[in-house]
Structure formats: structure tokens, C-alpha cells
């Protein structure tokens, strides 16, 4: 497994996805942090994280894209279905190497939120500031990031399967940001109401389903300082099914 990590890290920085992902991500948190906080004179990092987890349908896509579709494309998929790996371990270096890159992005944009602290210590100190809160929140903004890595490692094992049944690495981009949307976008559907404010789905059941496949949902309890350990287990078990579904889809290939 460690032999595919390595590969996998290098390889995202032999080829320029690497550095396009992390300049992208990296250049638009700043930008969102800024517009989001500073600019709108508010502590409150909510809008924040809300919009980043929108901008992840995207950016996750360009992670997993070529994890194993280049892999098919290149003719190279047969070498690893016979090196000396097993196929959960190949699967797994592919998936924590792309999440290694994702997390690095997320620790890294932590940075964005130095100006609040700044800013906050000399309001505190008696200067004038543009800002009209004591300070940022430490919890809801840990939360948030500890919840963002959670559902991002969840999207980027969906990623990992499209791509396993994938030849074509931009095939493998559409089709993972179209299952991301929706996994993102299914909660929206239960927050339309109708001009007498009742909601447009009537039925309570479809409601709870949508509420309980939707990423979104998990996501609130996090973003308030509160650890949610059921939307812990959500996304772990949200994980695990796409890299077990990616296993298989490979066992099947080995010995079909």
C-alpha cells in the first residue's frame, strides 16, 4: 500500500494537478475568506465553509479523476492488478494519497484565518476595528475544518469508485461532479416551501430520505462547535461502502 501512496503523492506533482489543485483552492479560500469576513465586517466563518463545501464539487473531481482511469488509458492497469499488492491495499494508497493532498490544502487555508485573530487582539487591546464582534469562534471554526475533512474524505472515496469504472479521466471528472451535486444539493430540495411557506415535498418519508442521504445535513452540528459522533460515523461508513464497492470492482477484474 505504502509503495502506491508514494507513487500516487509523486505523481500528483510530476504532472501540474497537484499544483493546479492546490493553487486553485488555495487562491479561492483566500479570496472567499476574504469577502466572507473581512469585507463584511464579520467574525462569523459559517458563509465560509458553506460556500468551500460548494466549491469542493468541483475541486474533489480534479483529485480523483485519474486515480485509476489514467491508469486504464495508459494500459497500465494490468501491471498493478499483477504487482505484489493486495487489491484493498492498492485501493487505499490511491485514496489516502488524494486525501493527503486534500488535507494538506485544508490545514494550509487555516492561514486565512490569522487576519480575525489579528484583527481581534486589537479590539481587545482598545483599537477601532471595522469589525463589530469580539472575535472569531475557536470551536466553530475547528469544527468546521474537522467536518470538512470528514465529508471531504467521504466524496473523494465516491470519486475513487467513478474513476475505477472509468477509462476516460474527463468521463470520471463529469460523472463525480454530477454524484457530488447531488449528494450536496438533495438537502436544498427540502428547504423549498411553496407560496403558503409549506414545503413542496409533502411527504414526510421522502423528506427524511433526502435528509439522511444528504451530506449537507451531517454537516451542521460540526459548524456550530458541537461534535456530532453520528455524522461521524455517517461519513466513515459513507467512506468505507464506495472504497469496498472500489475493491470489489477491482477483485472482479482480477479473477473475471
Known amino acids: 500500500m505504502f509503495a502506491i501512496y508514494r507513487k500516487e503523492m509523486r505523481s500528483y506533482f510530476i504532472n501540474p494537478i497537484g499544483y493546479i489543485y492546490l493553487g486553485v483552492f488555495l487562491a479561492f479560500s483566500a479570496l472567499l475568506c476574504c469577502y466572507t469576513t473581512l469585507i463584511s465586517a464579520s467574525y ?9 463545501i460548494f466549491a469542493f464539487v468541483i475541486l ?9 482511469a489514467e491508469e486504464r488509458k495508459l494500459r497500465t492497469e494490468q501491471l498493478l492488478l499483477t504487482a505484489p499488492v493486495t487489491i484493498t491495499g492498492m485501493v487505499l494508497g490511491k485514496y489516502f494519497a488524494a ?16 487576519p480575525l485573530y489579528i484583527i481581534a487582539s486589537a479590539e481587545r487591546a482598545g483599537e477601532e476595528t471595522a469589525l463589530t464582534h469580539i472575535g472569531p469562534v475557536t470551536a466553530q471554526i475547528a469544527g468546521s475544518v474537522f467536518a470538512i475533512i470528514l465529508l471531504g474524505a467521504a466524496l473523494i472515496a465516491v470519486g475513487t469508485l467513478i474513476s475505477a469504472l472509468t477509462e476516460n479521466q ?12 447531488a449528494m450536496v444539493l438533495l438537502n436544498v430540495f427540502n428547504l423549498l416551501t411553496d407560496s403558503n411557506g409549506q414545503p413542496i415535498i409533502g411527504s414526510y418519508v421522502i423528506r427524511a430520505i433526502l435528509d439522511w442521504i444528504s451530506v449537507i445535513s451531517r454537516y451542521s452540528a ?6 456530532d459522533f453520528a455524522a ?3 461519513y466513515v461508513s459513507l467512506a468505507f461502502i464506495f472504497l469496498f464497492l472500489t475493491v470489489r470492482v477491482y477483485e472482479k477484474r482480477r479473477w473475471g
Open 170 to 181: 474527463l468521463s470520471a471528472a463529469v460523472i463525480t461532479i454530477g454524484v457530488i451535486a
Open 222 to 227: 460540526f459548524g456550530q462547535g458541537v461534535f
Open 99 to 114: 486525501l493527503t493532498l486534500y488535507v494538506s490544502g485544508i490545514l494550509l487555508s487555516c492561514i486565512n484565518f490569522l
Open 60 to 68: 474533489i473531481p480534479i483529485l480523483t479523476m485519474r486515480l485509476f
Open 232 to 234: 461521524l460515523l455517517y
Open 44 to 52: 462569523d466563518t459559517s458563509s465560509y465553509f458553506t460556500f468551500l
